[in-house]
């Protein structure tokens, strides 16, 4: 079946470095793909998305670009803030319209 | 600023009460999406719906949940009779078929049964 697959948390960064968070994807056709993040005590946010291969999505200066070549959607950010401490979820819709999360990847970054 | 309203936000019960979820979508989203947060299991779907008809309720325990959206304006997601393995994080969200489905959560209802 389709799913999504993340890098495991947590991960802790100092203010300024950067950031990649791995996302690889299982499905057929051209699923659009979605990355979310989650405050605490909040629910999702839509960070960005790409609806078709080699579309990058931003949003915020973070970045993630599409690649149907090696079933990719990694999330970077090239300078993180301690405002960007959260969970981020990478998650696909297929062509079924069926819907897949990853488990979330939490992020701390340090001052 | 459109938001999806989740009521209410928290929910102590007794184990074998009835316990009933309220969202309201987002004016104009013609599909509305149950998820359940756990510390063990993630988020996991449990129920969408798209015109207000269920496309998928197959991440939903069918002898005690169910779900419903009586109008375009309200869904509910009724837990009967719950347990303590029920306790977690309930999220709704709503979408639009023409943006891809990309979906607007609602702040969430946390359950707790003892």
């Known amino acids: 079946g389709d799913s999504v697959t993340q890098m495991e948390g947590p991960v802790t960064l100092s203010e300024e470095a950067f950031l990649t968070i791995n996302c690889t994807y299982t499905?057929?056709?051209?699923?659009?793909l979605f990355w979310y993040v989650q405050y605490p005590g909040e629910g999702l946010q839509l960070l960005l998305k790409?609806?078709?291969?080699?579309d990058k999505g931003s949003n915020k200066g973070f970045e993630a670009t599409y690649r149907k070549e090696t079933t990719s959607f990694h999330l970077e950010k090239g300078s993180v803030q301690v405002s960007d401490s959260a969970v981020y979820f990478c998650?696909?819709?297929?062509?079924?319209?069926?819907?897949?999360f990853g488990t979330g990847t939490s992020l701390t970054v340090i001052p | 600023d459109a938001r999806v309203t989740q009521t209410p936000r928290h929910k102590v019960t007794e184990m074998g009460q009835e316990v009933t979820m309220r969202c309201q979508p987002i004016?104009?989203?013609?599909?509305v999406f149950w998820y359940r947060q756990t510390m063990m299991q993630g988020l996991e779907l449990l129920a969408y719906?798209?015109?207000?008809?269920?496309?998928?309720d197959s991440g939903m325990p069918k002898d005690r949940f169910s779900a419903e959206m009586p109008d375009a304006t309200l869904a509910t997601l009724k837990i009967q009779p719950s347990e303590p393995r029920d306790s977690a994080v309930y999220f709704c969200?709503?979408?639009?078929?023409?943006?891809?489905?990309?979906?607007?959560f609602g702040p969430g209802t946390r359950l707790t049964v003892t």
């Open positions: 790409a609806t078709k291969a080699d």
């Open positions: 998650a696909l819709r297929n062509t079924g319209n069926q819907f897949y």
């Open positions: 499905a057929t056709g051209y699923p659009s």
């Open positions: 004016l104009g989203h013609n599909t």
């Open positions: 969200a709503s979408g639009l078929q023409s943006l891809s489905y990309e979906q607007y």
């Open positions: 719906f798209r015109n207000r008809a269920p496309l998928d």
